[in-house]
C-alpha cells in the first residue's frame, strides 16, 4: 500500500473538493491517504497577494464560482457558498494537527469542509468547531486548548514552511510516494494513475 | 451543429494543449469550433502582472512545467520548451485575425502552436511565421503585410476587449452557446459535456 500525501487548506474550495473523494479515490487504488493541513495564506503573501486571488482577481473569482456550481451540480453535492469568503482557518487547522496526533484529523477536516460549503458556516467560529468535535465524540475542551498550545502553533508554522519548501503554491497539492507534485482537484486523477504507473 | 468558441493566446501553453484536441473532440459531439485568438498581454498588466505568472510566481511556474511534461507524455505529444517564454504572441495573433477573413486561422494557429512547443522556436520570429504560411500554400509576404494594417490591429484590439468585456482572465478559454465560461485546457471535456446537457 502506497501513500498519498494530501495537503489542503480549509479556506480553500477546491481542497473541500478534493477531500470529499479522495479516500474513495485512493482506496479503489489501493492506496492510503496522508492528511496534511496547512495555512495557504503566508505562502499567498510571499507573492503579494494579501486575501485570495479570487477576490483579488475578480473575474477569475466569478469564473470560480461558475466552476464550482457546475463541478457540484455534476457530482451530486450540495454547495452553500460562506458568507465570509475566505474563511480565516487559523484555529481549524491548528486543530486538524491535534487531530493528526490523537487519530481524527480526516473525519475532523471533512467534518469543517462540510460546514462551510455545504451550509455556508464560517470555520472561524469556536463554537462551531467545537460543535464539530463534539458531534464526532471528541473532547472539544481539551482539544481546543491543545490548539492553542506552543507545540500546535509551531507546528503548523513548520508544516506551513515544509510546503513552502516542498514547492506548494496553492492548495489542494498532492505529493506521490516518488516526489511529484500534483496541484488541484483536477489532479487528482492524474496523480493516482502515476502512482499505477510509478509504484514506489 | 452548436458552436463552441476557442479563445486561445499564442503564447499560453495551455492554449496549445487545447488546440491541439479541441477539433477532434467538438467533431466527435458533433459541433464546430470558432477559432478566437487574442492577447493576454494586456488582461494581465490589469492585474498588475508585466509577465506570465509562471514567471512571476516561480514555484507555479515549476509546477506547471512539470505538469505540461507529463500530460505531454500522457497524450503521446512532443514537447520542446521554447527559449523564450513567453513569447511576444502579437503579430503571430494578428495573423491569425487575417486568417480569420481568408479561412486559414485554424491551421495557421495550430502551425504556430506546434512550432512554439514541438519545435521549441520563437513565434515572434517574423521569417518562422512566413515559413509557416507559405508550408500551408498562403501567400505569406501579402498576409504579413496585411496583418501590419490599421484594420487588422484595430481588430486584434476589439478582440481583446470583447475578451475582457465578457469576463475571460486567462487562456484558453471557451464559450458554450449558451455563454457558459468554462477556463482551461482541463475543463474542455466539461464544456463539451455542458453542450450535450444544455443544446442550444
Keep these: 500500500m502506497a501513500r498519498i500525501e494530501f495537503w489542503y487548506e480549509f479556506a480553500s474550495n477546491y481542497s473541500w473538493l478534493a477531500a470529499v473523494r479522495i479516500e474513495d479515490l485512493a482506496r479503489d487504488a489501493g492506496h492510503e491517504v496522508v492528511w496534511r493541513p496547512f495555512l495557504l495564506g503566508p505562502i499567498f503573501r510571499t507573492q503579494g497577494w494579501t486575501s485570495s486571488p479570487f477576490n483579488l482577481f475578480p473575474a477569475k473569482g466569478r469564473h470560480m464560482r461558475r466552476d464550482m456550481e457546475r463541478i457540484t451540480q455534476a457530482r451530486g453535492l ?92 496553492g492548495a489542494p497539492s498532492l505529493f506521490t510516494p516518488d516526489g511529484e507534485l500534483f496541484w488541484g482537484d483536477d489532479r487528482l486523477e492524474q496523480a493516482i494513475a502515476w502512482m499505477a504507473d510509478h509504484p514506489a
Tied chains: 1, 2.
Design 78 to 169: 450540495p454547495l452553500v457558498w460562506p458568507a465570509v469568503f475566505p474563511a480565516n482557518s487559523l484555529v481549524a487547522a491548528r486543530l486538524a494537527l491535534v487531530g493528526e496526533k490523537h487519530g481524527f484529523v480526516a473525519p475532523f477536516s471533512r467534518a469543517v469542509f462540510a460546514a462551510e460549503f455545504q451550509e455556508g458556516r464560517d470555520i472561524a467560529d469556536r463554537a462551531l468547531l467545537a460543535e464539530i468535535l463534539t458531534a464526532l465524540g471528541i473532547d472539544a475542551e481539551a482539544m481546543l486548548a491543545e490548539a492553542g498550545s506552543p507545540e500546535i502553533k509551531a507546528a503548523l508554522v513548520a508544516r506551513t514552511e515544509e510546503a513552502t519548501a516542498r514547492g506548494i503554491f
